[in-house]
């Protein structure tokens, strides 16, 4: 078993090397996102959340955006769920001739499946997601921005370890009038979360996120931190 952790450390510290070198014809920028959050846990079958969340981008100097989110899961049956979720953003356009804070609404819809193979937990996620400026009309030129995202996951539990290992790969494909839609991005993430018992969880990870199909592609580091406290109905 040590053996097959060590070939997946392997294989996903060469994915993440490879694409860093790769990373040469777009710009790359560092950025940090840091979420507070609760989570409320109604019965076996339906759940809710509250978070924010930070954002900084041009190697963490500006402020690139934040947001509050509001979100629920309703559990089918065993490892699997729908939900949804309802956010409101505020972008710092800090380029061009008018700049200033731009403000969003963002839903979304999850289906959602998790199930454990000896240690290993998988998951996968399909999501759609609409989101739309505020205060600006289709005739001034505002188009909604639509993505269909598929993510899949893996987390390996280890025994008598409590900094279990995660992955996941995600994949955005847009579908919003006057852009170049299709598939337009993915993120690639590794992390861990810490379990504070009766004082929620902590976790800290590291993605990647690049552009598709794009002469010269972006490319975005970013580091995260995350505080989500969790509690039952008793």
Do not use: C
Not at 98 to 113: E, K, L, T
Not at 115 to 139: C, P, T, W
Request: aromatic content about 16%; proline content about 1%.
């Amino acid at each position: 078993m040590k053996n097959t952790i060590k070939k997946i450390l392997l294989v996903i510290l060469v994915l993440f090397t490879t694409i860093n070198y790769a990373q040469t014809e777009g710009d790359t920028d560092w950025a940090s996102w840091n979420t507070v959050g609760v989570d409320y846990k109604l019965n076996n079958k339906l759940s809710f959340g509250f978070a924010g969340q930070l954002r900084f981008k041009e190697n963490i100097s500006v402020v690139d955006e934040y947001f509050t989110e509001l979100s629920g899961a309703y559990k089918l049956f065993k490892g699997f769920k729908i939900g949804a979720g309802l956010r409101y953003i505020s972008e710092n356009d800090n380029t061009g001739n008018v700049q200033g804070y731009d403000n969003y609404f963002r839903f979304n819809i999850d289906a959602s499946y998790k199930h454990q193979i000896k240690n290993f937990k998988l998951g996968y996620r399909l999501r759609y997601q609409n989101k739309n400026e505020i205060g600006v009309s289709y005739a001034e030129g505002d188009f909604v921005n639509q993505n269909l995202r598929f993510k899949t996951s893996i987390e390996y539990d280890i025994n008598n370890w409590k900094l279990d290992p995660k992955f996941s790969a995600e994949i955005f494909n847009r579908f919003q009038e006057g852009k170049d839609n299709g598939f337009n991005k993915y993120r690639l993430t590794l992390g861990t979360d810490y379990n504070l018992k009766d004082f929620g969880k902590i976790g800290a990870f590291y993605r990647i996120e690049k552009e598709l199909n794009v002469d010269l592609p972006d490319t975005k580091n970013i580091v995260g931190l995350k505080y989500i406290y969790r509690f039952k109905n008793k």
